[in-house]
């Protein structure tokens, strides 16, 4: 008798992988960062986490107006209460203790309004960007033509874990993906996933985009909670493999954005490497003085009614949107001047654009964040701030 134990795949995460130069330099102004995601080209390659602590539509404007996007959450306080910011202040202003309890009564007691998603829409749109906007599987069906007839530009579906083949004792609570795609009159993206398989039959519905990523965002407590999740390098390099694969029999390209786990501008530059087009971070964002947290970040799960799986952290205030997303930046950790950064590492790297920036080598460098940092790692500064 032959037996066989199952066998452990081995996961990297950023933070255990470099970036190694290639044969050759360039002029910064020869770099070209924008990405196209959902018809939407993005000067920066990065969107806004779909969260309440992060996207506001005066958030959104600023991200649209500094080249990036920002997602807003259908199902939070913006579409639940007509002044959201008097709620944003009791939630950042609650005990540690007593926060879940907080938000559990927030986001239960009024239900999400077709007028209000109507409002923030427009919101949005009288400042001249696009309008990009986010809802659960359960919401979509209901959600989704809202959206587009507001003038919403995207609709992206996403919950922590999503795949083509949902199985339920309920045929009404069923969301075909290809239906909805065919039906709805602007794109739809989706997430999040960390596999090849499920990316490959994902892309097959008529999705225009893809989120990469569980578990691994700053507030997110799903690994800890239901120990599912994939370290991003990996889940990043796995799909691509898929979306490449599905581009090479079918000559449709379906860009990938990397969800979660991004702490500074290396790990965005990292992802893009990896094979992501763009990268979707929250906690960066909120720690923003217009960010509508005040300075604390939550996960969407975290006001779950049976099985909360988020934290509410506090990320402070350290500058503007826009020196956050354009500089100049006032700090040497990476939390500020993303566009900066990204066109600094392409130039380094001898990548012109993000086609040649998905080529350039990627090694295992477990020693990448401590090798030589023992002063700043003593005293908690640049890397260790």
Known sequence: MSITPKELK???????????????????????????????????????????SVVSPKTAGLLGQYGGLGILNLEGVQTRYENPDEILKKIA???????????????????????????????????????????????????????????????????????????????????????????????????????????????????????????????????????????MATSIIDCVAARNQYQKETGQYIPIIADGGIVNSGDICKALACGADAVMIGSPIARSFEAPGNGFHWGMATPNAVLPRGARIEVGQIASLETIMIGPSHSDDGSQNFEGAIKTCFATLGAENMKEMHNIDVVIAPSLLTEGKIYQKAQSLGMYK
């Open 93 to 231: 202003n609650v005990s540690k203790s007593d926060y879940v309890s907080l938000m559990q009564e927030i986001y239960k007691e009024n239900k999400i309004r077709d007028d209000l998603i109507k409002d923030r829409i427009t919101e949005i749109k009288l400042q001249g960007v696009p309008v990009a906007v986010s809802s659960t599987p359960q919401n979509a069906l209901h959600l989704g033509p809202i959206a587009a007839e507001a003038g919403a530009d995207i609709f992206l579906i996403q919950s922590t874990v999503v795949s083509p083949n949902f199985h339920t004792k309920n045929n009404n609570k069923a969301l075909n993906l290809s239906t909805f795609c065919k039906e709805m009159t602007i794109p739809v993206l989706v997430g999040n996933t960390t596999t090849a398989d499920v990316t490959y039959e994902l892309l097959k519905t008529g999705i225009q985009g893809i989120f990469v990523g569980i578990g691994p965002g700053a507030a997110c407590t799903t690994r800890g909670v239901l120990g599912i999740g994939v370290p």
């Open 10 to 52: 081995r996961a990297y995460g950023l933070n255990e992988i470099a970036l190694v130069p290639s044969q050759k330099t360039i002029d910064i102004d020869m770099v070209n960062i924008t990405s196209t995601i959902g018809g939407i080209k993005l000067p920066i390659p990065i969107i806004a986490s779909a969260m309440d």
